[in-house]
């Protein structure tokens, strides 16, 4: 069983930023990268995302890219597209792009129990 003191230091930065979005709402790689201190990494950020060992725990899919856009997801953009949805997030017409008010517009914290 997979465990977040087994990712590195830098992944539970990122799974911590990922798991403190609500539902509903969306942030962005870039946002997650400056939050946890390394605003250049936000490739980083994606790679440790999409190796979340905890995809029903940490809702990886609420991150998106800066311009809206869905970015990647483990279980393809259909899927990602489609939890967002049920989530209750809006896209701009047909494409894969969420409307800025589901953007957050502060960095929750969260906390991990070991």
């Keep these: 069983m997979p465990r977040i003191d087994h990712c ?9 930023a990922a798991s403190a979005i609500p539902r509903g709402k969306v942030s962005t790689y870039q946002r997650i990268a400056k939050q946890i201190g390394k605003p250049k990494a936000v490739r980083a950020v994606g790679r440790a995302l999409a190796n979340n060992p905890f995809p029903l725990i940490i809702p990886c899919h609420r991150v998106i890219r800066s311009d809206g856009s869905l970015g990647g997801y483990q279980e393809g953009l259909k899927m990602k ?3 967002l ?11 894969n ?3 800025s008010c589901h953007l957050l517009r502060h960095a929750p914290v969260a906390k991990f129990v070991r």
């Excluded at 989530?87 to 047909?94: S, T």
């Design 85 to 95: 949805k049920k989530e209750g997030v809006l896209f701009l017409g047909h494409k």
């Design 97 to 99: 792009s969420v409307r």
């Design 8 to 16: 590195s230091k830098f992944q539970q930065k990122v799974l911590r």
């Design 81 to 83: 597209r489609a939890l």
